[in-house]
């Protein structure tokens, strides 16, 4: 499949078999928060290259000891990395929060970005991606879950079950793929694929070898058949 800007009809119809054969396994596919654009966007900084349940305890421990962006802005940054520790790599993600939250204040004169509730897709994701460290995946989650918009995050677990299945092609960088599920996967099922392929790549089509043999869309996939001695769909 190649993505375009405008998916044909048999792409339409292979992504909405997979997203049945998705909602079959795993039921409704539903986003796992909506919450404040800022309190998303630093949950998300925490929840790079570690599980959602450490992100969590770490955003946890962060607002316990820091009730307000402005005290975590000023931290020390030391005490701040102590503070996330649990999130793993708290040495780069606490002078990242804290150039995140700077910046946001240069900006805006205020450590909040509910303007963006009423602000277009577009306008939101350049914003959120001139800030320094923040890439399109964090953009799109921050667009998806914190703002309702139809988005479609680019994981690690979206972007190796999307090159598995053959939504992307082979060796694409994660950004890139972001770019190519935007086009070819239609707005209104984006957060709804992006649940189910989470869910798919973490209990199913993991890192080392996937179990395509319980796969509910090894008859989709174009990998399958390397794992399943058949010929390709
Ligand atoms: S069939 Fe195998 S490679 Fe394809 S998505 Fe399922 S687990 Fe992954």
Redesign the pocket.
């Known amino acids: 499949m190649t993505p375009t800007e405008a998916p044909t009809a048999a792409e339409r119809r292979r992504l909405r078999s997979i997203l049945r054969g998705l909602r079959a396994r795993f039921g409704p596919l539903e986003p796992p928060r909506r919450t404040d654009p800022l309190e998303e966007l630093i949950l998300t900084v925490l929840s790079q290259h570690t599980s959602d349940a450490n992100a969590e305890r770490a955003y946890g421990a962060l607002r316990a000891r820091y009730p307000t962006w402005e005290k975590v802005a000023r931290a020390r940054t030391a005490a701040l990395a102590d503070a996330i520790r649990s999130g793993g790599l708290a040495n780069t993600k606490a002078p990242r929060i804290q150039a995140i939250l700077r910046e946001i204040f240069r900006r805006e004169g205020r450590y909040d970005l509910s303007w963006t509730r009423d602000a277009g897709d577009e306008r939101v994701r350049e914003y959120l991606v001139s800030l320094p460290g923040v890439g399109p995946k964090t953009a799109a989650v921050v667009l998806a879950f914190a703002l309702g918009r139809d988005a479609i995050p680019v994981d690690t677990h979206v972007h190796r079950?999307s090159t598995?299945?053959g939504l992307v092609p082979p060796k694409t960088s994660a950004d890139k793929a972001d770019r190519l599920l935007h086009d070819l996967v239609p707005a209104p099922i984006r957060i709804e694929l992006h649940v189910g392929l989470i869910r798919?790549g973490r209990e199913?089509?993991k890192a080392g070898r996937?179990?395509?043999e319980s796969?509910p869309?090894?008859d989709l996939?174009l990998?399958?058949p390397l794992?399943m001695g058949r010929a390709a769909p």
């Open positions: 079950v598995r299945l798919l199913i089509c996937p179990r395509c796969c869309l090894n996939c990998t399958a794992y």
